[in-house]
């Protein structure tokens, strides 16, 4: 998912928690890391809120605006 300057990815595997990344745009640096709990299966991206699915989970993120 891209995202206000950022691209948003998840990954996880069967023996692994899973994790979201956060990943500034212009550099690729990582921003931001989140552990799920679990892969995440489906990212959707409604309006300023992240809803992430997965396979023993589901998430909600409301993201900010404005590096803050």
Do not use: N, Q, W
């Amino acid at each position: 998912v891209v995202a206000g300057g950022h691209v948003i990815s998840g990954y996880g595997a069967v023996d692994d928690p899973g994790h979201l990344f956060v990943l500034d745009l212009a550099t690729g640096k990582t921003a931001s890391t989140v552990k799920l709990g679990g892969e995440p299966y489906y990212l959707f991206l409604r309006s300023d809120t992240l809803l992430v699915r997965g396979r023993d989970s589901e998430h909600v993120f409301e993201l900010r605006r404005g590096g803050g």
